[in-house]
Each structure stands twice: as structure tokens, then as C-alpha cells.
């Protein structure tokens, strides 16, 4: 599959929803990026929002339809989860899980 860079409008979205105070925005092989300390948050990846989640929230997102991240076939992240595109599309839901990637970041 081709590479598809993010869509500005998704990267203004993902802007406005992950950045939180004391978070730095960066980028990662062209894709944007936020952390806090050493600890990367989120991501948008091919406009798809990815979270590093603690263990329970990871699994409880891939519960709801999420999906390891693996950017390279068969080297799938054990700690970084996916948005599906339902919580992705509904903002209220997707600052639940930011919030969890921000908190789990925090404590690391």
C-alpha cells in the first residue's frame, strides 16, 4: 500500500485535541507528533490517530476494534494502540482516550 500523507484538516484536528500544557509537538518520519518529557503520546499516522496507552487501556482499546500499531508488517507495538474510526470521529470519545495517553505518559 501506497504511503498517504494526513490530510491538513486531520492534522489540524489532531493538533487542536493532543496538544495539552508542558507537551512538545514534533515529527516522526514526517508524521506529527506529541510528547511530554521523553514519552511520545500520540501520533497521527496516515490520518490515524495512535495512542501509547498503559496495558489495561491498550487492551480495552483493542476491545472496542483498535489494532496494534505496526507500521512495519509484522512488528506490531505492544504498548501503541490505533484509534478505531468510530472513537477517532466522535471528539468527545477520543479525549477520553487522549487523556489516558497523557496520564500513562505522566507516570512514566
Known amino acids: 500500500m501506497a504511503w498517504k500523507k494526513s490530510s491538513p484538516e486531520t492534522v489540524r484536528r489532531f493538533d487542536a485535541l493532543a496538544r495539552v500544557a508542558g507537551a512538545e509537538r514534533g515529527l ?3 508524521c506529527p507528533i506529541y510528547t511530554l518529557g521523553e514519552q511520545r503520546y500520540a501520533t497521527l499516522y496516515q490520518d490515524r490517530f495512535v495512542l501509547r496507552l498503559a496495558p489495561d487501556d491498550a487492551a480495552r482499546l483493542l476491545a472496542k476494534g483498535g489494532e496494534r500499531f505496526a ?3 509484522g512488528r506490531a507495538s505492544k504498548d501503541r494502540v490505533v484509534v478505531p474510526e468510530g472513537i477517532a470521529a466522535d ?3 477520543l479525549k477520553i482516550w487522549l487523556r489516558k495517553a497523557v496520564r500513562f505518559a505522566q507516570a512514566s
Open 28 to 30: 516522526l518520519f514526517g
Open 71 to 73: 507500521p512495519i508488517a
Open 91 to 93: 471528539t468527545r470519545a
